[in-house]
């Protein structure tokens, strides 16, 4: 269910061309080498909460970013519930518009292949992970832009 760390970085380094941002990743204390990854992406703007934040405290700071991008789960569910504006990358492991984030199902990003929905919620079935690894940058940058833009 995650969309690779390079393109996350690619898609921070093209966020940050057009926007002056920082950037913050929270996540549980394994998500912290992630992070050390996208600090690579853009030095300096980069601010890691992986392990340090609760839920109540991600909570809190969703309730106040511009954007929240992330790979489908509870974060994504977490901000949207908080008002903010989510660009979810969802895998092709249900049928579109069942698991995005209620009031952003318009911002989810999902790639069509042909094994979904395989609703394997562990692993790809096919091994291919086709869903998430083809999903092209180009898709989620323009969900991203719009929802900067206010759109």
């Known amino acids: 269910k ?87 990358i969802v895998p092709g492991l249900e049928y579109p518009i069942s698991i995005e984030p209620w009031h952003n199902q318009h911002r989810a990003v999902r790639h069509p292949v042909p094994c979904a929905p395989c609703y394997s919620f562990a692993s790809c079935p096919e091994r291919h992970r086709r869903c998430m690894l083809d999903l092209p940058l180009d898709r989620v940058l323009h969900q991203c832009l719009r929802a900067l833009a206010g759109e």
């Open 2 to 88: 995650q969309w690779p760390i390079e393109k996350f970085g690619a898609l921070m380094k093209a966020i940050a061309a057009q926007h002056d941002v920082d950037f913050l990743i929270t996540g549980t204390a394994k998500d912290a080498p992630l992070a050390v990854e996208l600090e690579k992406a853009v030095p300096g703007h980069v601010h890691d909460l992986c392990g340090v934040s609760s839920i109540s405290q991600s909570a809190a700071l969703f309730a106040h970013c511009a954007l929240v991008v992330g790979n489908d789960g509870g974060a994504m569910h977490l901000a949207d519930a908080m008002g903010a504006k989510v660009v979810s």
